[in-house]
């Protein structure tokens, strides 16, 4: 990658679809990916919010199968390349990685918990093996300090990763974060460096930028912010400042603009806002994507979102623990477990 060069990584089509309940459509993932393509998006991430195989009954039952979703993103992507985000456990090599590599795709993100990594060794080797781009990618890494999360790093860098993304699943940094995790990474790993924001507290756009100044060279970026709570770092937005900051991304900016214009009239429902839910969840460090079930559980149960919000945070609540929401909600409203 030339100096200055960041590699932007687009995951409208997979981030997205947590805030439309995994909703998205063959034509509407189609329409998306010849506009991103037309924009000269370097990657375009498809699938379930949760990645390729989270569709279940309690992560949210896609619309769109992994098989419709990747092909229908394969045939319509001519330049830009298609990523999956994929966490194991949620994903099995051969029900999952192995027909997606079949497909044709061309970057695999796989994902684990800050602490996790060690789980990652399996799917990160056999996806090296079929000749893809593979990354290794940490999330809620709020929740350990720089140095562990070093550690687990190392770990993904061991077992062939090609790159590192940390990722704010909460919206719970600010840029001096940011700044001090990147310097601590790029001091002690070999591979590139790349930061995933989340926008609770308005600061998706500032921490990409410390984060690229302190040596990371691959940020994400969803058109108008789409995706999980209070969306993610708008693309259009950080195109704009990248390129303000003499940074190139080789994506062509007119065209991204009509891309995004393109999944505001067909993706969304409404453009993701910093919601005064969406403030405690940054605050309280839990995870995004939890914001829609946070505040039809608290109606249920008349107790206050806030409430509940700052509670998971105490107890480290993590995605794929959707169930405690229930509990915590019943416990606050003073109503026995059953």
């Known amino acids: 990658m030339k100096q200055n060069s960041i590699l932007i990584s687009d995951p409208s089509l997979r981030d997205g679809n947590h805030a439309i309940g995994h909703q998205l459509s063959k034509e509407q993932i189609a329409a998306y990916c010849r506009a991103a393509d037309a924009a000269k998006v370097p990657i375009v991430e498809v699938g379930h919010g949760n990645g ?14 992994d098989f ?8 319509n992507l001519k330049t830009s390349k298609l990523g999956i985000h994929l966490i194991p456990g ?9 027909p997606a590599l079949e497909i044709g795709v061309d970057v695999v993100r796989v ?8 789980l990652c060794e399996r799917h990160i080797d056999f996806a090296r093996s079929k000749g893809a781009n593979v990354w290794g990618v940490l999330m809620m890494s709020h929740m350990v300090t720089s140095i562990d999360l070093l550690e687990q790093a190392r770990k993904m860098e061991s077992y062939g990763a090609q790159g590192f993304v940390f990722m704010d699943s909460a919206g719970h940094y600010l840029p001096d974060d940011v700044s001090e995790r990147v310097k601590v990474l790029t001091e002690g790993l070999t591979i590139p460096i790349g930061f995933h924001a989340h926008n609770n507290l308005g600061m ?30 708008q693309i259009e937005v950080l195109v704009a ?4 900051l003499g940074y190139s991304t080789g994506i062509d900016l007119y065209k991204l603009l009509d891309a995004s214009d393109l999944a505001e ?5 409404e453009i993701p806002t910093i919601k005064s839910t969406s403030i405690v969840s940054g ?20 107790v206050d979102p806030r409430d509940v919000f700052f509670e998971l945070g105490r107890r480290k609540i993590i995605a794929g623990q959707e169930d405690i929401i229930l509990e915590v909600a019943k416990e606050l409203s003073g109503q026995p477990r059953v």
């Open 265 to 269: 009239r067909e993706l969304m429902k």
């Open 52 to 65: 390729v195989g989270a569709s279940s009954l309690q992560l949210g039952e896609a619309k769109t199968s």
């Open 283 to 302: 605050l309280a460090g839990v995870f995004s994507g939890f914001m829609k079930p946070v505040d039809r559980i608290s109606k249920q149960f008349g």
């Open 68 to 75: 419709v979703a990747l092909t229908t993103a394969r045939e």
């Open 90 to 98: 949620f994903a099995t090599v051969e029900k999952d990685l192995r």
């Open 204 to 233: 998706a756009i500032a921490n990409s930028i410390a984060a690229v100044k302190e040596g990371a060279t691959l940020l994400d970026g969803c058109a108008r912010g789409f995706g999980a709570g209070a969306g993610n770092a």
């Open 111 to 118: 994902a684990a918990h800050c602490t996790e990594a060690d």
């Open 241 to 244: 400042v990248l390129e303000r």
